[in-house]
């Protein structure tokens, strides 16, 4: 799987639960993510996220939302983590996660972007656990193992392959998973060896105004903003001047708040003002459009589309999103979440 790939589902998976949580019967006071575990991250995370998985297990539609979202890879690693006992559906109950970029995609000359070509993931899951037990069972299956400061970390794979994952238990409330460099700069950061998420002021700033702002959001560096944008949006980029303005978005922000129901936003922070509100124009273009290819296959997508508002606010567009109880349903019936490699 290339990190493109991983980063559309990643992407995605954070789009769905968002679209999950607008739909909620009460506005529910979400949960914010401490500065401590925030600070674990690394310094370059180019996305971060966040999802509080106990809320979403109370919503009749998840299970097979779950089923039809989730990568195989990550279905398998479930049955790998069940096998000592560790139940992901009931003792994980919040899950941060990030992505590192490791190579840029390569512009048309042939000069290097900040779109991100591949990358690795890190991510704690926060809940109840018992690392003794577990860590006895998967020492007495003599499953590969790194020791690193006191901590060991037990592979998923042969623990060589560049995509093997591994994951260690920071304490009994926190287990960490991800690609191994990326889990060792993770203990090397809470010695202080290393630099966290917290001294990357641009991000944490980004992070800290999402923060506790829903119960499922994300934010996004540059690069990953313009992956995003043409992930999400591909035909705004079919517009003329497109490609400079996107050039020049600078992040965003995926959120849920509370209102007198639940409302979905996505939030690109752009270069200027007059930058936002051309990308509001194109981008409500780009919607019309994709409102009118889902209307035939896909009419219950093509309706959440025609309910979108895209508004410019300073230097930001501001997308705003909600969906009801039985637009959910017909959405994953339609099959809408499942992805095609």
Not at 99 to 115: R, S, W
Not at 228 to 240: I, K, S
Not at 247 to 264: K, V
């Amino acid at each position: 799987m290339t990190g493109r790939k991983i980063s559309i589902r990643i992407l995605a998976a954070v789009t769905v639960l968002f679209f999950m949580y607008a739909v909620a019967p009460k506005p529910a006071r979400a949960n914010s993510l401490s500065p401590d575990t925030i600070g674990m991250f690394p310094k370059d995370v180019g996305e971060f996220a966040y999802a509080d998985l106990k809320k979403a297990r109370t919503m009749k539609w998840y299970p097979a939302l779950q089923e039809q979202m989730l990568p195989q890879r990550f279905r398998d690693f479930e049955k790998f983590l069940a096998s000592a006992g560790v139940d992901p559906n009931t003792q994980v109950d919040e899950l941060a996660w990030g992505l590192v970029p490791e190579g840029t995609v390569k512009a048309e000359n042939g000069a290097a972007t900040d779109v991100p070509s591949s990358e690795q993931l890190v991510g704690i899951a926060l809940g109840t656990f018992n690392p003794n037990s577990t860590e006895a069972y998967f020492k007495q299956q003599k499953l590969p193992t790194i020791s690193k400061r006191g901590y060991t970390l037990f592979a998923f794979g042969s623990g060589a392959g560049p995509n093997d994952l591994f994951f260690f238990f920071i304490d009994s409330s926190k287990a960490a998973f991800g690609h191994r460099q990326l889990l060792e700069k993770l203990i090397e950061i809470r010695y202080g060896a290393e630099e966290g998420l917290l001294r990357n002021d641009k991000m944490y700033s980004l992070i800290n105004e999402a923060n506790g702002s829903g119960v499922v959001w994300a934010v996004l560096d540059a690069g990953y903003t313009r992956l995003a944008m043409g992930q999400l949006a591909p035909e705004v980029q079919q517009f003329p001047d497109a490609a400079k303005l996107l050039q020049r978005m600078e992040a965003m922000i995926i959120s849920t708040t509370a209102s007198s129901g639940l409302e979905g936003k996505f939030q690109a922070v752009c270069a200027s003002p007059e930058d936002a509100n051309t990308l509001s124009q194109l981008m409500a273009a780009g919607l019309l459009y994709k409102k009118y290819q889902a209307t035939k296959d896909n009419p219950d997508l093509g309706q959440l589309l025609d309910q979108a508002s895209v508004t410019p606010s300073g230097e930001r567009m501001i997308i705003r999103m909600t969906v009801t109880d039985d637009q959910m349903t017909a959405l994953i019936r339609k099959n809408t979440f499942t992805f095609k490699m």
